[in-house]
T-cell receptor
């Protein structure tokens, strides 16, 4: 089954404790992206990757890092999480770009105390 | 820069009534436009897309949207609402030049009353 898998689905942690949210897709897609969803703001793009070793900033990249060492994986790293990063996060992929329909994961709800 | 505005954060309709969710965009180049739906505790699913060609686009679950360049709009409609249509709906815009960027609207929560 074609899918985008995020882990964990839920996480409560404390300020400053490094965390990684993993994202993996099994569709051989070149493009992957991370979004955060906040009430009243819709989804905002954090980072995206057009292919292996190619990443670029979205609209809200501050406080986040990503890497794309393999085609299937695109982890989101919060080096020093802060409460304003409490949000619902989605990973998505598409064959080639943001201009193509995205396949979304089920989301990761992060709470940073 | 591209942007998307969805008019109305909450829309409520009766079962069987017309659904109209509004989306306006700004883009300096021909846009790619999308509507996604999000059911509770789930990720987003594609409802329909406009790339080029026919301006009236049909999607899943009886939804359709019309691209109107002169009005910079891409409103979503469904002739007859069903209880199962209750969800949050997002309009989004991208284009060929952007490659990776995809801009979402703020979302519209649709409620369907029996």
């Amino acid at each position: 089954e074609a899918q985008v898998t995020q882990n964990p689905r839920y996480l409560i942690t404390v300020t400053g404790k490094k965390l990684t949210v993993t994202c993996s897709q099994n569709m051989n897609h070149e493009y992957m992206s991370w979004y955060r969803q906040d009430p009243g703001l819709g989804l905002r793009q954090i980072y995206y990757s057009m292919n292996v070793e190619v990443t670029d900033k979205g609209d809200v990249p501050e406080g986040y890092k990503v890497s794309r060492k393999e085609k299937r994986n695109f982890p989101l790293i919060l080096e020093s999480p802060s409460p304003n990063q409490t949000s619902l996060y989605f990973c998505a992929s598409s064959p080639r770009g943001g201009y193509q329909p995205q396949h979304f994961g089920d989301g990761t709800r992060l709470s940073i105390l | 820069a591209q942007s998307v505005t969805q008019l109305g954060s909450h829309v409520s309709v009766s079962e069987g009534a017309l659904v109209l969710l509004r989306c306006n965009y700004s883009s300096s180049v021909p846009p790619y436009l999308f509507w996604y739906v999000q059911y509770p505790n789930q990720g987003l699913q594609l409802l329909l897309k406009y790339t080029t060609g026919a301006t009236l686009v049909k999607g899943i679950n009886g939804f359709e949207a019309e691209f109107k360049k002169s009005e910079t709009s891409f409103h979503l409609t469904k002739p007859s609402a069903h209880m199962s249509d209750a969800a949050e709906y997002f309009c989004a815009v991208s284009d060929n030049n952007q490659g990776g960027k995809l801009i979402f609207g703020q979302g519209t929560e649709l409620s369907v009353k029996p």
